[in-house]
């Protein structure tokens, strides 16, 4: 339809955004629809603490300053432990993904050990990284930094282990040695599989220090404590708008990652145009 | 059927033996070359040819009778198990059955990476690089990357990279068996165009007969698995071929004398 008139790619353009657009809406307006129904005629006034109509947790979670200025500090002070964890999981995963893909030994010693860092339970962990690291800032990264680094490993392991072998040929018949083809031929090749291992543990990673501040009570308050005081004030409304930013939080993460990725690997995977 | 013999023990540097019917100073030497994978399968047996300078030799066969393998033992890229292979340079170009360009990197880029490898200075490899886009006729798309190329491009940069350090020895596994026939033979009148131009000496693995007469000066026979050489015939005609040459008393003469071979080597 590309050589159509003006009006019809934008009339095309159009339906495409409503088609991507209005189902999840139509799902939001049944949910709210339900909400109300729920808490007027369900719980009633008595228990409506436990589920508050939606427009009154738009005008205490949202449209009053002193909740929303406590809420996006506690997400400022999230994203920043969230990231911080993220990046040194990311530094670390591919560093130890590059000495397993160099030395068969390394991998068979460490990946086991990796593998139980990703299925023990992250709440298992917590208290004893609290006994030894304290119960701050460095606790808390250290959290995120835990459950953030397997799906790095993996996915960076597996880039550099896929290279053809066709394009080995070439860097033996010209000598290269190890060095040369890790950084010309191997981490290159990795790097979509990078982002990929990056996008799912930052989801991981906001999951991660949302946890620890349930347990890291020192320093200054991410959103995690905050959910944990409205929980004990029965603040059934703000929980409701905390957990709305939590949730954007991850949103933000996986789609800033995936923008990065997409940006670094657009030219080499764009489809044909000649 | 006469075949050059080459000398037994490899020497680098050092004058080497012009036995047989080839007058010319040998690059390359097959001699009674086999090869037997770890898993048993016997690919090559009692391989022995010379390649002299300057010359082009193709080798057609059935598929999977072992031809690639005789270039990835010439260019050491798989060890023998038996007898031997010498090579008196060092200097060698390979193109491999696909264009193997690294996604990541602009054809230009691409180009320079061969001499990246072998250390040469940033200036040195970038004018090199530009003399073989202009030898393959690629000007213009020096800062494309890979996936926006056609297959015939994309050959023609792995062409052009593989000729980067004027290689003496080309050796080319089955470049042009993924095209269409136009692109192909577009590539073939590139081809001979350059081996004349350039004046390397070539070993060309096919399993096209057309493209074998075409492009050598020499084409040799191979049978099926396990693969050893059957026939030899030359074509005599100077380089480079035109076009039309293909359609030729001579061309086709040559033809039906390699189809013949091949169809003995299958009984």
């Known amino acids: 339809m590309s050589d159509g008139p003006a009006s019809s790619r934008f009339a095309s353009r159009l339906r495409n955004v409503v088609y991507t657009v209005a189902p999840p809406l139509v799902v939001l307006a049944v949910a709210v629809g339900a909400m109300y129904v729920v808490s007027y005629l369900v719980l009633g006034e008595q228990k409506q603490f436990l589920l508050p109509p939606p427009h009154e947790v738009v005008k205490e979670g949202f449209l009053d300053s002193t909740n929303l200025k406590e809420q996006l500090t506690a997400l400022g002070d999230t994203t920043k432990v969230a990231l911080f964890g993220l990046g040194i999981a990311f530094l670390l995963g591919t560093l130890f993904a590059i000495l397993m893909s160099q030395a068969k030994w390394v991998e068979r010693s460490f990946y086991p050990y990796a593998v139980i860092i990703q299925t023990t339970p992250i709440l298992a962990i917590v208290p004893l990284v609290g006994l030894w690291f304290g119960f701050d800032f460095a606790a808390r990264v250290i959290v995120v930094t835990l459950i953030a680094l397997f799906p790095i490993i993996t996915n960076t392991l597996h880039g550099l282990l896929t290279v053809d072998a066709s394009y080995h040929d070439i860097f033996t018949l010209h000598r290269a040695g190890r060095v040369r083809r890790l950084f010309k031929l191997e981490l290159p090749h990795a790097v979509p599989d990078m982002f990929i291992g990056l996008r799912v543990s930052g989801g991981l990673a906001v999951i991660g220090a949302i946890v620890g501040e349930f347990f890291f009570r020192q320093g200054s308050p991410g959103i995690g404590r905050l959910l944990d005081v409205y929980r004990a004030e029965l603040r059934t409304d703000l929980l409701l708008s905390a957990l709305f930013w939590s949730c954007l939080l991850g949103l933000a993460v996986f789609w800033c990652v995936g923008y990065v990725g997409r940006r670094a690997t657009r030219a080499w995977q764009e489809e044909r145009r000649a | ?267």
């Not at chain 2, 080497?16 to 019917?21: D, F, H, K, N």
């Not at chain 2, 090559?44 to 393998?69: I, L, M, W």
């Not at chain 2, 040195?124 to 926006?148: K, T």
């Not at chain 2, 075409?214 to 050489?229: D, Q, T």
Request: proline letters at 7%.
């Open chain 2, 1 to 267: 059927m006469a075949l050059p013999a080459a000398k037994r023990a490899p020497d680098p540097g050092g004058p080497m033996s012009t036995v047989g019917t080839e007058p010319r100073q040998p690059v390359l030497g097959f001699h009674e070359a086999c090869k037997t994978f770890p898993d048993g399968t016997e690919a090559v047996r009692d391989v022995s040819f010379g390649v002299g300078k300057g010359e082009f030799v193709s080798v057609v066969g059935p598929s999977g009778c072992g031809k690639s393998t005789l270039l990835r033992l010439a260019a050491q890229l798989t060890p023998l198990t038996g007898g031997s292979i010498e090579r008196s340079l060092d200097n060698i170009g390979y193109v491999f059955q696909d264009p193997t360009l690294l996604p990541w990197r602009t054809v230009r880029r691409n180009i320079e990476l061969l001499g990246e490898l072998t250390g040469l200075a940033k200036q040195e490899r970038q004018s090199l690089a530009q003399d073989a886009i202009r030898l393959v006729g690629l000007d213009g798309f020096e800062n494309h990357y890979p996936a926006a190329l056609s297959g015939g491009m994309k050959m023609r940069v792995s062409l052009a990279r593989g000729l980067t350090l004027r290689p003496k020895l080309f050796l080319l596994d089955e470049p042009f068996g993924a095209l269409d026939e136009i692109t192909r033979s577009g590539l073939n009148d590139e081809l001979t165009r350059l081996f004349a131009a350039e004046q390397f000496a070539a070993v060309f693995i096919t399993h096209s007969i057309t493209e074998a007469v075409f492009l050598s000066s020499r084409v040799l026979v191979m049978s099926a698995r396990p693969g050893r050489i059957i026939g030899q015939f030359d074509v005599p005609v100077p380089f480079p071929r035109r076009p039309e040459f293909r359609f030729e008393r001579e061309f086709s003469q040559i033809a039906e004398q390699v189809s013949n071979a091949l169809r003995e080597g299958y009984g």
